[in-house]
């Protein structure tokens, strides 16, 4: 800048020169402006190298007051990773999915899990839980206790996972008959011993399915959609804006969690492998359903890319608007 403004003053003083009728003195750089620029480019400097460092072992967003999502098109992108009902009822219960239709294993998912959790920068961690009571509308064993709310003929033999029609006592909502599982406060509805699960600032616990009239699959709403959960609004308030959902199970709890964040305007991916399910039919016509939706389906092996691609992008972000800074400075 220095070369420049002398280059500027000597062309000046050379024009005042051959026009001998004028005059011209060439104004003096004062030392002060000339030490406050020093000091600034240094300034500057020192966060251009440093601040990489810095936003790298800092990666994780604070929470805003701000409730809105940021548009889909946002350029900076804040990551959540979902996990969706790993508990010992569909690993190792009464609901375990080895046992169901597809015979898929529900623990092959948590070391999986674990690894994205050790080797990710995800800014926002859920692990979500069925939480039922025992009088629970799901559960075939209070099929009895609830037949006068049975739609067509009340006195009709059902069979465990058959659907049934509830008129009442809430709602018509259809409904699969499912095993005792996940109850409050029981060990059938603890998380898998092996995963992980730490204590931070950044990492929430969201229950579902706590109203005995009505189920919740989706960890944002309950099936019939008349009350959420709190996770969207845990969600917004991190501003997060793209989802990476995992756990059990693929074809119901999972999907709908998936189908859920996708309707609320989260860019959303579906961790292919990090996932089971129960019924192989069911899987693939809730993974078209997904993939119909919007919903990308990747692999384990690709988010750490996708999430570590977004965090360069806000370092570059903020580099930028040093150099924009830097050009001002020095004009």
Not at 258 to 272: F, S
Request: net charge positive; with cysteine; aromatic share 10%.
């Amino acid at each position: 800048m220095i070369l420049t403004k002398n280059l500027i003053i000597n062309r000046i003083s050379f024009y005042f020169k051959r026009n001998s009728n004028l005059s011209y003195t060439p104004p003096r750089i004062r030392l002060s402006s000339k030490m406050f620029l020093d000091r600034t480019r240094l300034l500057i400097l020192y966060l251009t190298v440093n601040l990489p460092l810095i936003m790298v072992t800092t990666a994780s967003v604070q929470p805003s007051n701000d409730h809105k999502i940021k548009n889909k098109n946002s350029t900076q992108e804040i990551s959540s990773l979902i996990v969706v009902d790993v508990q010992n009822c569909f690993i190792s219960g009464n609901l375990a999915l080895i046992d169901s239709p597809a015979k898929q294993e529900g623990a092959d998912v948590v070391p999986i899990i674990n690894h994205l959790l050790q080797t990710v920068s995800f800014d926002v961690i859920i692990y979500t839980h069925d939480w039922h009571p025992t009088d629970h509308i799901s559960f075939y064993q209070n099929l009895n206790k609830r037949r006068q709310y049975l739609l067509g003929d009340q006195n009709k033999n059902y069979s465990l996972f058959d659907t049934v029609t509830y008129k009442g006592p809430l709602v018509q909502t259809e409904q699969v008959l499912w095993p005792l599982h996940c109850i409050q406060n029981t060990n059938g509805a603890k998380l898998h011993k092996d995963l992980i699960v730490e204590s931070k600032s950044n990492v929430f616990h969201v229950r579902k399915g706590l109203n005995p009239d009505v189920d919740s699959y989706s960890a944002f709403w309950d099936n019939n959609k008349q009350q959420k959960t709190d996770l969207d609004s845990i969600l917004r308030r991190w501003n997060v804006t793209h989802v990476y959902v995992t756990g059990l199970a693929t074809d119901y709890c999972v999907a709908a969690t998936a189908l859920d964040a996708i309707d609320l305007k989260y860019t959303t991916y579906l961790v292919e492998d990090a996932c089971r399910g129960v019924s192989l039919e069911t899987i693939d016509k809730k993974k078209q359903e997904m993939k119909q939706r919007g919903i990308t389906f990747v692999q384990s092996s690709q988010v750490k890319a996708l999430v570590d691609g977004a965090i360069c992008n806000r370092i570059y972000l903020i580099l930028m608007s040093f150099s924009i800074v830097v050009s001002f400075l020095l004009k």
